[in-house]
């Protein structure tokens, strides 16, 4: 109600300084459709959460050793609840990601990634799923960039959608 109100004497105000001469304010929403759709991207934890899961679950015998190799990849994991909460340490995420967030199906959940880590069978030392995990990320920088310079000359629109986020906040 109050919303109408405020918009009802927005309107009487602009037809006032309408006939006055004077200059109406354009209300411009800050964050568009693209502005916000890049923002997004910039602050999902998810995507992050659940690659970093999922190789902890490939990799994984027992739920110490997921433990104990999550705090390797700086994946702060929470079982202590009802829900199981992931919190990534090396990006500034502020709250905890629950499980059913991550996966409907609840497969991030502890009674899943037992029956999971039940399943696997090799044995990765932790310093070498450690390797592997920053391999994997170095892969997918490479690709990036081969990507990048594919696109040489031509306008990406992640890369302008980015720029007018920055611009906008910086």
């Known amino acids: 109600m109050a919303e109408k109100t405020k918009s009802a004497l927005e309107k009487i105000s602009d037809k006032h300084a309408d006939v006055a001469g004077a200059s109406i304010i ?11 759709a890049a923002y997004r ?7 992050e959460i659940k690659s970093r899961l999922e190789f902890l679950l490939k990799h994984s015998t027992s ?9 390797a990849l700086n994946l702060a994991i929470d079982f202590s ?9 090396d990006q500034e ?15 991030y959940s502890l009674e899943q990634i037992r029956d ?23 892969k997918k920088r490479r690709t990036l960039k081969r990507g990048s310079r594919l696109n040489r000359g031509k306008s990406s629109t992640r890369q302008t959608q980015v ?6 906040t910086g």
Request: net charge positive; with cysteine; hydrophobic share 25%.
């Open 26 to 36: 354009a209300v411009k929403n800050p964050f568009g459709h693209k502005e916000y």
């Open 41 to 47: 991207r910039e602050n999902s934890f998810k995507l």
């Open 63 to 71: 739920l110490d050793d997921f433990q104990d190799k999550a705090k």
């Open 81 to 89: 609840g009802k829900y199981a909460k992931y919190k990534l340490l």
């Open 93 to 107: 995420q502020k709250r905890n990601t629950r499980d059913s967030t991550l996966s409907k199906k609840g497969r």
């Open 116 to 138: 999971h880590l039940a399943k696997n069978e090799i044995v990765h030392p932790l310093e070498k799923s450690k390797l592997s995990m920053t391999s994997c990320k170095q």
């Open 163 to 168: 720029s007018i986020y920055k611009s906008n």
